[in-house]
């Protein structure tokens, strides 16, 4: 069934979305069936390794305590660092989000990102009306998302290469990435300096769609209102070097968390094993599949750290515990800030 109608005049951004792929009802119909597959999948190598996971699980009668705590410590941080992005982006829109609600935000962000197959798009489509109510326009609210998802990928690959400098294990994809991730940035920059100066990518860009899908009716004027409102958005140099540190602590503190977990579970494992270990991992979760990789990141994530030379059992009680913090713990907490922020959200309506 095609798309309605809509105003690409004033929503290039929704008009796009309105086409993409994931839209479509045999998208959605092939996801849920591969996502229950997958599950499926999981339950069964589970019950063959049901001896593994209850050695696992109670290999953590012996977990060093004060290890376990600065693990999940960092993993606050982590979180932290999500919210500190969003709020200093957010607020140079001209959204105004108080700490605690940014941080809140980020756990609800979170936790509708591991929740469901395709949850990183969920979870950014959630934080686009979190947003929108606050007043912002479409345009400006999409880019903000697009370029903090471009920085967290760049400061991603930075942390995996820099933790990772004693191999050569991820040397060409890591460079690839960085440089796509750098091109896609670079245009971000551009359009939120002088957006006027795509024009000469966009508006050739936007002629080959309406010959394919009859829109935009005029693409210039389209690309000319979009570049209107993204100029809304002024960005100073620390407000660059503030999105880019605080998304490499993100990713960083993360890393640490899954470090202490191997150190809390008293396993002797190299610290370059262990961040190739998680980069696998975070690939993993980002693919479409189950909820936050769920079943996949368990089994798949053992196994980079048995390469790497931790004990089958003891790499299988690793990943169980950093994902009790990072997966389940998150969760927990996430939808109980979403079921907050939802309760003030109404209260609010209700009180205008």
């Known amino acids: 069934m095609s798309p309605g109608p809509i105003d690409t005049t004033t929503s290039p951004v929704v008009a796009l979305a309105d086409r993409l792929p994931w839209r479509s009802r045999v998208v959605r119909r092939w996801r849920v069936v591969v996502a229950v597959l997958s599950i499926v999948l999981v339950a069964v190598v589970t019950a063959l390794k049901a001896s593994d996971v209850t050695w696992a699980l109670g290999r953590f ?78 345009v400006v609210t999409a880019w903000i998302l697009g370029t903090i998802a471009v920085v967290s990928t760049i400061a991603l690959t930075v942390v995996t290469i820099v933790g990772a400098r004693d191999t050569s294990s991820f040397g060409a994809a890591s460079v690839a990435t960085t440089f796509l991730a750098l091109a896609v940035l670079s245009l971000l920059l551009v359009g939120a300096v002088a957006p006027l100066r795509l024009a000469v990518i966009v508006v050739p860009t936007l002629h080959v769609w309406r010959a394919l899908f009859r829109r935009p009716t005029d693409p210039y004027a389209t690309w000319s ?29 993360d890393c640490v968390c899954f470090i202490l977990c191997a150190r809390a579970l008293h396993a002797h494992v190299s610290v370059t094993g262990v961040v190739l270990a998680y980069a696998a991992g975070q690939a993993i979760v980002t693919l479409p599949l189950t909820p936050g990789g769920f079943g996949l990141f368990e089994v798949a994530v053992p196994a980079a750290l048995v390469a790497a030379g931790v004990h089958q059992r003891t790499a299988l009680a690793i990943v169980l515990l950093y994902r009790f913090i990072s997966f389940w713990g998150v969760l927990v907490i996430g939808w109980a800030c979403w079921a907050v922020l939802r309760w003030m959200s109404e209260r609010q309506t209700y009180a205008g």
């Open 61 to 138: 009668r012996h977990i060093a305590g004060g290890r376990l705590g600065i693990a999940i410590v960092f993993e606050i941080v982590s979180l932290a660092m999500v919210a500190v992005v969003q709020r200093r982006l957010f607020r140079q829109a001209g959204a105004d989000i108080s700490r605690t609600r940014a941080v809140a935000v980020a756990y609800a962000q979170a936790a509708i990102a591991l929740s469901a197959p395709g949850g990183p798009l969920l979870s950014n489509t959630y934080v686009y009306h979190e947003f929108r109510r606050r007043g912002l326009n479409e």
């Open 225 to 253: 209102q979009f570049a209107t409102r993204l100029g809304t958005m002024h960005l100073r140099v620390r407000d660059w070097v503030t999105l880019f540190t605080a998304s490499m602590i993100n990713w960083a503190a």
